[in-house]
């Protein structure tokens, strides 16, 4: 099946610093999505981002499908941005997700 | 607008007792749905999923099993719960033809 790796695992973070999250995977897909895992548990869809550049916001995402990796860029990061970030890819009728990175923003 | 529903939120049960967690989707139709277990730490795993009803597949061999009696219901059941089977429990949704996937508000199952 579908490898998906994120780095780094971990991050802690200054308020108001920027950050990149990478996702590699290692096989084609047809979708990529990034999720934001709260503290209570619950996945917060990000992106939908199967090619190409988004931004929402302070975030924004970019998939580059031809070399099979992600990234995701918080800047001016907040408290509120804490918790785990995972990038999940989509193959033929099944989502596989990464390992996630926990990040930690401190005031 | 589709929107997700699973329940209980929170559940303790004792080795050996039975489980029945349910999930329903609201707002469309012959939806996939798909069953995710996040254990200790932070990684998520593909539990089961389904294209229609009556229709599973299983991802890993486990104590757990599924089914969908409706269109829109998805059911994870086990008849004897392991200390093992501890965890946080999520049902997701995608379109039909997609795999962009959006996700309940999980279950906190505790098996004591």
């Known amino acids: 099946g579908i490898q998906v790796e994120q780095s780094p695992p971990d991050l802690i973070l200054q308020e108001g610093a920027n950050s990149t999250l990478r996702c590699n995977f290692s096989?084609?897909?047809?979708?990529l999505q990034w999720f934001h895992q709260n503290p209570w548990g619950q996945l917060i869809n990000l992106f939908y981002?199967?090619?190409g550049t988004k931004q929402n916001g302070r975030l924004s995402a970019t998939t580059v499908a031809t070399e099979r990796y992600s990234l995701l860029y918080i800047s001016s990061s907040q408290t509120t941005d804490s918790g785990v970030y995972f990038c999940?890819?989509?193959?033929?009728?099944?989502?596989?997700f990464g390992t996630g990175t926990k990040l930690q923003v401190i005031p | 607008s589709q929107t997700i529903h699973q329940w209980p939120a929170t559940l303790v049960q004792p080795v050996g007792s039975p489980l029945s967690l349910e999930c329903t989707v609201e707002?469309?139709?012959?939806?996939?749905l798909y069953w995710y277990r996040q254990a200790a730490g932070r990684g998520l795993q593909l539990l089961f999923y389904?294209?229609?009803?009556?229709?599973i597949s299983s991802e890993v061999p486990q104590n757990l099993s599924a089914s969908r009696p409706q269109d829109r219901q998805f059911i994870l059941s086990s008849k004897k719960l392991l200390l093992s089977d501890s965890g946080f429990y999520l049902c997701?949704?995608?379109?039909?033809?997609?795999?962009?996937?959006?996700f309940g508000q999980g279950t906190r199952l505790t098996v004591v």
């Open positions: 997701a949704w995608s379109l039909t033809g997609s795999t962009e996937a959006f």
């Open positions: 096989d084609s897909v047809n979708n």
């Open positions: 981002i199967p090619s």
């Open positions: 999940a890819v989509g193959g033929y009728q099944k989502v596989t």
């Open positions: 707002g469309t139709s012959n939806p996939n």
């Open positions: 389904s294209v229609g009803i009556g229709q």
